[in-house]
Structure formats: structure tokens, C-alpha cells
T-cell receptor, first 115, second 110 residues
Framework: DGGITQSPKYLFRKEGQNVTLSCEQNLNHDAMYWYRQDPGQGLRLIYYSQIVNDFQKGDIAEGYSVSREKKESFPLTVTSAQKNPTAFYLC??????????????FGDGTRLSIL | QKEVEQDPGPLSVPEGAIVSLNCTYSNSAFQYFMWYRQYSRKGPELLMYTYSSGNKEDGRFTAQVDKSSKYISLFIRDSQPSDSATYLCAMGFGNEKLTFGTGTRLTIIP
């Protein structure tokens, strides 16, 4: 079955530690996205990538980094510079580079907590 | 003022009732409108996707877009306990990123 796989489902971060969240898709989609979801705030865009080896900052990129070395993969690193990382992180993909006219499909998320 | 407004609820209705979920928006450039359903601890699942004004029906679900009023709706007929979830609206245009509502939490009471 085609879809988006996020791992791990739960992740704990110690102070000063960087952690990496995995996102893999087998939908052959060009565009991939990372969102953060907090209660009462909806989805906020962290980074997005429309093509391999290229990505753009979203609304809340500070304290995060990404890479897009393969079409299928878009890992997100939450760095120690992100002072409030506790949230539900969602990865999404869409077929084309027209981000406004293609519906996005989501993975099942990673819940990150601070130890 | 947020670009997309959505009543967070919670909304509780008895099984079998018709549910109406709504979003209003301020940006008249929006052309594409989506509804997602999100179960607890899961990612959003695309329910409906519409372009411009009008209605779209899929089984028990109907999506309605009124661009003149900047208002979109999702109707659920014959609601079931399995419809209990958070419903997110989303909208976009051209190459701009999607804008999401904050979600409405819905509970269907058996």
C-alpha cells in the first residue's frame, strides 16, 4: 500500500540533544512537508521541499533543520536551539510542486517530549 | 484576525443526526478547499477536496463552498460513532502553501 511512514511514533529528547524524525513516502510525490501541531493552534509549517536537494523554510523554521537527498525521504532534525520542542510532528507529501492546488497526504505523526 | 477561522468545539451530537462543520476565511484568493479527519494520535486523513464554489458529495459527506461569503461547510449525514474525530479545514491557491484551520472536535453519542 502506498503511504507515508513516520518513525518513531514516540520520541524523548534530553536537554541539549538533537533528535531526528524520519519520514518516508512511496507515493512518488515530488513535494514533502513538515508540520508541528500544538493544541488549539492547528498545523504550523516548519519546512517544505518541492524537489530533491532543495527546501524552503516555513513559518516556524527556527531550531529545526531538514535534508532532501532522496525523493522518498525528508528527515527533520529538532536541534537543541528549539526551546519548546514538545509537540506532535506531522510529515506530509503532495504530487506536484504547486503546493496550493494539490491535496496533501499525511503520515501518522511522531510525538516528541522532553525528558 | 486569523486567515482561517474554525470553531474548536467540542461539538457533541446524537448518532444519526446531521452534522454541520464550518470554516470562514478572509483571503479571497483561496481556490482549493479541503476537509481532513484526524483521529486521536493519528495523522489527518483527506476526506474532501473541492475547487472553487459549489457542492461535492461523497457518500454521507457533502462539502460546500461559498466564495462570495468566504465560507465553507462539511455536512455529515446519518452520523456514526466512528465519525468522532477532529475535523480540519484547509485551503490554498496557486503555488502558495496550504492554510489550515485549528480543527473542530466532534463526538457522536451512541
Amino acid at each position: 500500500d502506498g503511504g507515508i511512514t513516520q518513525s518513531p511514533k514516540y520520541l524523548f529528547r534530553k536537554e541539549g540533544q538533537n533528535v531526528t524524525l524520519s519520514c518516508e513516502q512511496n507515493l512518488n510525490h515530488d513535494a514533502m512537508y513538515w508540520y508541528r501541531q500544538d493544541p488549539g493552534q492547528g498545523l504550523r509549517l516548519i519546512y517544505y521541499s518541492q524537489i530533491v536537494n532543495d527546501f524552503q523554510k516555513g513559518d516556524i523554521a527556527e531550531g529545526y533543520s531538514v535534508s532532501r537527498e532522496k525523493k522518498e525521504s525528508f528527515p527533520l532534525t529538532v536541534t537543541s536551539a528549539q526551546k519548546n520542542p514538545t509537540a506532535f510532528y506531522l510529515c506530509a507529501s503532495s504530487r506536484s510542486t504547486g503546493t496550493g492546488d494539490q491535496p496533501q497526504h499525511f503520515g501518522d505523526g511522531t510525538r516528541l517530549s522532553i525528558l | 484576525q486569523k486567515e482561517v477561522e474554525q470553531d474548536p468545539g467540542p461539538l457533541s451530537v446524537p448518532e444519526g443526526a446531521i452534522v454541520s462543520l464550518n470554516c470562514t476565511y478572509s483571503n479571497s484568493a483561496f481556490q482549493y478547499f479541503m476537509w481532513y479527519r484526524q483521529y486521536s494520535r493519528k495523522g489527518p486523513e483527506l476526506l474532501m477536496y473541492t475547487y472553487s464554489s459549489g457542492n461535492k458529495e461523497d457518500g454521507r459527506f457533502t462539502a460546500q463552498v461559498d466564495k462570495s461569503s468566504k465560507y465553507i461547510s462539511l455536512f455529515i449525514r446519518d452520523s456514526q460513532p466512528s465519525d468522532s474525530a477532529t475535523y480540519l479545514c484547509a485551503m490554498g491557491f496557486g503555488n502558495e502553501k496550504l492554510t489550515f484551520g485549528t480543527g473542530t472536535r466532534l463526538t457522536i453519542i451512541p
